[in-house]
């Protein structure tokens, strides 16, 4: 600090003016959302815009106690169950298709370019093949129970779209792309000589990962799961055509926008954005504990 | 000799071995993306071609959704709805990549270049993150307290007397589409570019300006090509994201501007699948067109 501080130069002219844009930038992103936060406090007169008529919890109370006849407690926990279902398996198979891209093998430039397609593909083409493809799904069942003479089950089956199938398929085609992208950057600067030194010692692959590998690369492995549960717990646009009978959370927001016309979908809408921000600061907390504990174990070696 | 061959044999046994395990290890991801994304693509492209009535797909080959789609595209006089709502959405791209292009522009450069410690930038950069983990609903609706008809910026303009009533086309219009798309997806243009800048390497520039370039010239002539790979990772993004859009323009245009990701939106609420496939299809063929154009510009394989 003191070096730099000595070798400072005076600051040009353009630097106060792209301060200055960047100050607007901030504020321009920051601003809507800071005011609805404020909103959501809104006393029980109040409207959707300011003045503000007093300062309350009224909103939030009308919240828990459900907004219209939409359940949105339910959607709330089916929101949860599903970040969470695909936070796991996104942790999953980036870390392990980011072990695989180590070296080369059959098809790995097909599958990369597949997972940047799938990012970069507009969402509502993915919705509609992946609701399509469920519907065409249970058609087939149907046939398949009436040609075996299961006319039962062909009448009762419903459908096979769902949370854990379809929707969950469709956050992963959105959360491992961006899993897989961390995992590159990660192990683009990993020093092998860790591994090589462990396998040297006698360390199984086993070993060697859990022992060596995943310690270090475990900051971005939290990372990837952050990244996998709020992406999830925002997502609409590949969620909208494949997820059947039972909405999520952010879905439900946005059907609100049109009908609600009270602060409480303020209050939903502070509440989600805790949840994330929640989730986020967990998320570095743990990160912190993990990088402090392995610096105090190498000070105690 | 001997010797040789047998070092060849050893090297090349484990080397086998490991790249079935890479293969296996990767199996999952592939798995997913085959099932959820590949096989629907390729069913939607299929459905395009089937033939539909009020309560069902029949799967039997037709070119009647394409031709739906293309309905009366023939005549010179007027413009077909097809074309008409491609031109609406070409319009917010072309608005919305220059907007970002130019705001995530000078951020970039901005944290690149005159932001001087490493622990600054990594906060600014932060700091412009945060936002983005909001849900894109959220971010949207709060824009209604200060555009609205009694909003915070109509309120300031009346009592400044600078409009004697509250202007209409703040929100609900196509300038508030653009503001939201702006607001939403200028990350996406930020990252890559501030990316690039980064691997940039100092003593160009300094070079450039010993040899008496202005600071305007710095940016055109180093900066900019050598960012170029940025901007068009970043331009990929935002294109994609626009091109199919229903969210933003169903929300901020108050479900009464028209977008391509709409008609798809409407028509799949209708059970009118093959008509939302063959749209779909045309869809991903523009995209793939202009994200093909991009790539024209600078060659991204090299480059990753």
């Not at chain 1, 930038?25 to 109040?46: R, W």
């Not at chain 1, 249970?138 to 779209?161: E, P, R």
């Not at chain 2, 010179?76 to 970002?100: E, G, M, R």
């Not at chain 2, 990772?233 to 709409?262: E, P, R, W, Y």
Request: glycine letters at 8%; one cysteine or more.
């Amino acid at each position: 600090m003191a070096t730099s501080r000595r070798h400072r130069e005076p600051r040009p002219a353009s630097f106060y003016w792209l301060a200055l844009v960047f100050a607007l930038f901030v504020l321009f992103l920051y601003g809507p959302v800071i005011t609805i936060f404020i909103l959501s406090f809104q006393g029980p007169e109040g409207g959707l815009t300011f003045p503000m008529r007093g300062v309350s919890l009224h909103w939030f109370a009308a919240l828990r106690d459900g907004v219209g006849d939409v359940d949105i407690w339910g959607a709330f926990g089916r929101s949860v169950k599903l970040a969470i279902a695909v936070t796991v398996l996104t942790v999953l198979f980036s870390l392990s298709a980011g072990l695989a891209f180590r070296r080369r093998f059959r098809g790995d430039t097909a599958v990369f370019y597949v997972s940047v397609a799938s990012l970069i593909m507009p969402s509502i083409i993915v919705s509609l093949g992946i609701g399509l493809t469920f519907r065409l799904l249970d058609t087939l069942i149907k046939t398949v129970a009436t040609a075996w003479g299961d006319q039962a089950f062909a009448d009762d089956w419903t459908t096979s779209m769902g949370l854990f199938t379809s929707a969950l398929g469709a956050h992963l085609t959105w959360t491992l792309p961006f899993g897989l992208l961390v995992m590159f950057a990660v192990f683009n600067r990993f020093n092998p000589a860790y591994e090589e030194a462990a396998r040297d010692l006698g360390a199984s692959p086993w070993q060697s990962f859990r022992h060596v590998v995943l310690p270090i690369i475990g900051p971005s492995v939290i990372g990837v799961g952050m990244f996998g549960f709020t992406l999830s717990w925002d997502e609409i646009a590949r969620t909208s055509q494949a997820i059947g009978e039972q909405n999520t959370l952010p879905l439900e927001l946005q059907g609100l926008t049109t009908s609600v016309t009270t602060p409480v979908i303020y209050a939903l809408g502070t509440m989600t954005t805790v949840m994330s921000l929640a989730v986020m600061v967990g998320g570095l907390l743990v990160v912190r504990r993990v990088a402090r504990r392995r610096r105090t174990a190498a000070v105690g070696r | 000799m001997a010797s040789i061959d047998y070092l060849r044999q050893t090297k090349a046994a484990p080397v086998r071995h490991r790249r079935v395990s890479a293969w296996l290890q990767a199996t999952p991801l592939t798995l997913t993306f085959l099932l959820f994304f590949i096989v629907p693509l390729a069913i939607t492209l299929i459905v395009s071609f089937w033939d539909y009535n009020e309560y069902q797909i029949i799967p039997a080959f037709t070119l009647k959704n394409y031709a739906a789609v293309f309905d009366g595209c023939g005549s010179f006089t007027d413009v077909c709805v097809t074309f008409k709502t491609y031109l609406s959405t070409l319009k917010f791209c072309a608005i919305v990549w220059a907007v970002t292009l130019v705001l995530g522009f000078t951020v970039a450069y901005f944290l690149a270049f005159h932001v001087r410690t490493t622990a600054m930038q990594t906060v600014l950069f932060l700091v412009c993150t945060i936002p983005f983990w909001t849900s894109n609903v959220i971010r949207m609706i709060s824009w209604i307290p200060l555009l609205g008809r009694n909003g915070l910026v109509n309120q300031a303009l009346m009592a400044a007397h600078v409009v004697d009533h509250p202007l209409e086309w703040l929100l609900y219009s196509d300038f508030s589409v653009v503001l939201a798309f702006v607001h939403l997806y200028t990350f996406f243009m930020i990252v890559p570019i501030f990316n690039a800048m980064m691997r940039i390497d100092r003593s160009l520039l300094e070079a450039a300006r010993d040899s008496g370039a202005s600071g305007w010239q710095v940016i055109r002539e180093v900066v900019l090509p050598l960012s170029k790979t940025g901007i068009v990772i970043g331009s990929i993004f935002v294109v994609t994201i626009v091109m199919g859009d229903f969210l933003t323009v169903g929300v901020m245009g108050g479900q009464q501007i028209a977008s391509i990701g709409k008609i798809i939106q409407v028509q799949t609420g209708y059970l009118q699948f093959p008509a939302a496939a063959a749209n779909a299809i045309i869809l991903l063929a523009v995209v793939l067109m202009i994200v093909w154009a991009l790539t024209r510009i600078v060659d991204i394989r090299k480059e990753l």
